[in-house]
């Protein structure tokens, strides 16, 4: 009996700590490393992964159209799950402050900041796929070899399968701190 009984609570634990889901607390993106970390309530990395970020990637994104991505601290505040990239989760970019020191100087800091997948369709992206000697290849060539560019306008990509994960593991809001 004593062994039935602790077969049952050892089952029991297992079946518990098998399904309990893991609480990201926050995204950390180190741009130079070209790097997106989930991080637990416990401080501890989840996962890691490869990100593709704006096509001028040095520097924080100042005003639109520079084609930089955003360093700060922001909130994953939206999820949307009809993105033309996949999925997407919108940054709470321009904060008060980027607004303030885009209006000092009569620009406008831009926004619509996403983390997301990669595109469904590639019609908006012709010019730069000729200007790195990808256009004319088929759809799934082009998936295939983006994760290897900086090509968004200032959003931060994973490929789709990473994306899908993502957004399987974050609450909104959550926080996420993008640094050089």
Excluded at 20 to 45: D, F, M, Y
Aim: aromatic letters at 6%; hydrophobic letters at 40%.
């Amino acid at each position: 009996m004593k062994t039935l009984i602790s077969t049952v609570v050892l089952t029991l634990l297992l079946t518990k700590t098998a399904f309990a889901r893991v609480q990201i607390k926050e995204v950390r993106v180190t741009k130079s490393q070209r790097k997106l970390e989930l991080i637990t309530e416990g401080n501890q990395v989840y996962r890691s992964y490869k990100v593709m970020l704006g096509q001028t990637p040095v520097g924080a994104k100042r005003v639109e159209g520079d084609n930089k991505t955003p360093e700060g601290t922001y909130a994953l505040d939206l999820k949307n799950d009809r993105s033309k990239f996949h999925l997407a989760l919108h940054i709470s970019y321009p904060s008060a402050k980027d607004v303030l020191r885009a209006k000092l100087k009569g620009q406008n800091p831009g926004g619509d900041i996403m983390l997301h997948g990669l595109p469904n369709h590639f019609n908006e992206m012709k010019e730069w796929l000729a200007s790195k000697n990808l256009d004319g290849l088929t759809d799934e060539a082009i998936r295939a070899a983006l994760p290897s560019y900086d090509w968004t306008n200032g959003c931060i990509a994973v490929t789709d399968a990473e994306i899908e994960e993502i957004f399987s593991l974050i609450e909104v809001p959550t926080k996420i701190i993008i640094t050089e």
